[in-house]
């Protein structure tokens, strides 16, 4: 059905390229009634504190329930819900129902402190004019604190951002709302810019914590991993690792100085079910 509907223009090339070219129309087109029908929902994976694993907060990984390819990851849908412009109202749903959730978790957890949530922003989201009116009405609406959420934003999204970029997120941060620079390292970015962004975490890249893995550990990425923390808290940002797969990376980077991780050695992401369960055990 599918070569049919790509009609004969794909005939001379290779059928599994075809595949993807014909399923990416599909799935592009599939979109916005995806988000009217309610097709997406969201996995969080816990954040915890290095030093006693405790649980910092969680992270909302979008996925998309598709009635005929299953369960399809961010990866397949979000790069084509950007050059779309669906990234903006799926966006919306997903700050909407993270911060709904995260709300729902600290009125459980009162003694504890709330729960941090954090949400990815794409690109698109951060140009778009209503980004601050949207989150302070989301936050508003559910009454979460604002220090109780994470946007998390690429570093290769800022990467030469001007003022005007950057200023709706000086907007957010000063109304106490986290910034976090995503996927960290793998950028390219002037260190010196730090200073100038409003960020207060960086998210060390995956890649940084595998070089971790190996024992002896690579002495570089050591090295590298030891300058970031270093070059991180002395700006007073929390340093958080990404991709931690293993006891030993943990206790690695816990020695580096690292503030919180996360990773499948703690929790794959889960169901709000699973956080809410660790939440009131207070430990992964
Ligand atoms: P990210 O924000 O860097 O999220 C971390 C990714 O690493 C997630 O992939 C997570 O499942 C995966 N991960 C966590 N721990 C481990 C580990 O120990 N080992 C390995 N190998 N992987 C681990 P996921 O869920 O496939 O998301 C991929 C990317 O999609 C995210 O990367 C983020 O950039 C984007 N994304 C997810 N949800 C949203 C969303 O709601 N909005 C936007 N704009 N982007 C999103
Ligand atoms: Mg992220
Ligand atoms: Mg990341
Ligand atoms: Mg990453």
New binding site residues.
Partial sequence: RAKSAGGNRFELSDPEADARVITRHGLTNALPSALERGEFF??Y?PLVHLVDGSVHGA?????WCHPQYGVL???RF?PL??RTGL?VP??RW??EE?VRQARYWSRRHSDGGPLRI?????PA?LKHPALVADTVEVLERSGLEPGALCL?V?ESALIGADEDLLKPLRQLADMGVDIAL??FGTGYSNLANLRRLPVSVL?L??SF?QGMQQHPCDPVDLKIVEGIVSLAHSLELAVTV????TGAQAERLRELGCDTA????YA??GSPDRIHALVLADAV
Avoid at 59 to 63: D, G, P
Avoid at 118 to 122: D, Y
């Fill in positions: 969201i996995e994976q992270e909302a990984l979008v996925r990851g961010p990866d979000i819900a950007e990234i799926l966006g997903v700050l993270a954090n949400v990815n922003l794409s989201q998390e690429t995503d996927d998210k890249d995956r914590t990404e991709g931690v797969e996360q990773g499948w050695y794959r992401p």
